[in-house]
T-cell receptor, first 114, second 110 residues
């Protein structure tokens, strides 16, 4: 069990659907992250929120839209995804962003695009 | 040159042996260094972090950092079959981003 909770664990969606991934942490961490991980590859950073503000967007396509409603929650809104977007999506949190603190990962959402 | 490079695997050791995992990085401004373990189909799990030159021990795990050589390693003593996983090295710069190596897959044979 991890202290970063992601829902759903699995998601299958068509290319025209709209869905959202959710992430929650109650460790008081002020930095939250979205990563994408393909099989046998390392996690690839997508977005970083620091104190609820978007700090980094790694040139992610606009079909991925992050949202940080409060310091404990992070969402990733999905729309018009492509088959190559099928991957494991990982949320992580850390005490802060620039302090070099370790990141704690959730269990991930395995996303399949039909 | 990749920003973070790990020794290419897979690495296979017998049960009870010491497994040695290595990582080099290119940014001299890097400040924080992490080792994550990832079992197949699971998410990365933090096992060690180190900020200062030298050794840091936690149970069977020892992280070693040499900033002059831009090198960080992870030693696993008394390796167990349950240690079989992919080990990811991650390096943070002052900017805060973590850059991950490609990972080294370790197999511990009973």
């Amino acid at each position: 069990d991890t202290e970063v909770t992601q829902t759903p664990k699995h998601l299958v969606m068509g290319m025209t659907n709209k869905k959202s991934l959710k992430c929650e942490q109650h460790m008081g961490h002020r930095a939250m992250y979205w990563y994408k991980q393909k099989a046998k590859k390392p996690p690839e950073l997508m977005f970083v929120y620091s104190y609820e503000k978007l700090s980094i967007n790694e040139s992610v396509p606009s079909r991925f839209s992050p949202e940080c409603p409060n310091s404990s929650l992070l969402n990733l809104h999905l729309h018009a995804l492509q088959p190559e977007d099928s991957a494991l999506y990982l949320c992580a949190s850390s005490q802060d962003f620039q302090g070099g603190r370790p990141q704690h990962f959730g269990d991930g959402t395995r996303l399949s695009i039909l | 040159q990749k920003e973070v490079e790990q020794n290419s695997g897979p690495l296979s050791v017998p049960e009870g042996a010491i497994a040695s995992l290595n990582c080099t990085y290119s940014d001299r401004g890097s400040q924080s260094f992490f080792w994550y373990r990832q079992y197949s189909g699971k998410s990365p799990e933090l096992i060690m972090f180190i900020y200062s030159n030298g050794d840091k021990e936690d149970g069977r795990f020892t992280a070693q950092l040499n900033k002059a050589s831009q090198y960080v390693s992870l030693l696993i003593r008394d390796s167990q079959p349950s240690d079989s996983a992919t080990y990811l090295c991650a390096v943070n710069t002052n900017a805060g981003k973590s850059t991950f190596g490609d990972g080294t897959t370790l197999t511990v044979k009973p």
